[in-house]
Every structure is written in C-alpha cells, then in structure tokens.
C-alpha cells in the first residue's frame, strides 16, 4: 500500500483543515489506519485511528471532540476533520497503516507528512 497525505497548511487558531489521506492498491479496505503527527524536536505522537470497517475510532485526549477521523473504502481514502485548531496543533501529519494501534511501530505503511501550522 502506498500512501499519500495533502491537505495541510497554514490556519488561524480556531480554524479548520481536513487531511486527506489517499491510498492505492486493492486491499485498502482490509486495513485499520491511523494519523500521526510530529512537531519539531518531539517525537511522533498518536492523532486518531479507524478500523477497516470505519465502525470503530480512537483519538488522542489532546484532540478528542475536535478532530474526527473517517474513510472512504470506495475512495480508498481517509480523512482527518480537524476544527477548533490550536497553535499546539503545529506538525507534520502523517498517515499511516496496517494498526488501528496507538504506537507508530505497529504499522506497516507511511504516507510522507503534510504540514499543519496554526498561528495564534
């Protein structure tokens, strides 16, 4: 599976982005998937997860209530919904896949990350 993210930018405290995350190869569907971001000098946190049939989500306390997670199987795509940005919002966002885990060691494939940036 190979796997790319876009959607990213700069946003005003309170605004709002969506992630898009879209993947090719048929077995898209068959995988849980999950977001992760990283800002300069942390280390890679755990965003939000969703299982292959969308029936089952999880999210960081951090962004619980105001990022949602969804897919899209037929679009083999998924998507993070994210409102009420916070400056500590500000990192490089990545998708991932083969988990719906909350550690990034349990997934097999990466997307590159796309920037998110929220200034105060």
């Known amino acids: 599976v190979q796997l790319q993210a876009f959607g990213g930018g700069l946003v005003q405290a309170g605004g709002s982005l969506r992630l898009s995350c879209a993947a090719s190869g048929r077995t898209f569907s068959s995988y849980s998937m999950g977001w992760f971001r990283q800002a300069p000098g942390k280390e890679r946190e755990f965003v939000a997860s969703i299982s292959w049939s969308g029936g089952s989500t999880a999210y960081a306390n951090s962004v619980k209530g105001r990022f949602t997670i969804s897919r899209d199987n037929a679009k083999s795509t998924v998507y993070l919904q994210m409102n009420s940005l916070k400056p500590e919002d500000t990192a490089d966002y990545y998708c991932?896949?083969?988990?719906?885990?909350?550690?990034?060691?349990?997934?097999?494939?990466w997307g590159q990350g796309t920037k998110v940036t929220v200034s105060s």
């Open positions: 991932a896949a083969g988990s719906s885990s909350r550690w990034p060691y349990d997934y097999n494939y």
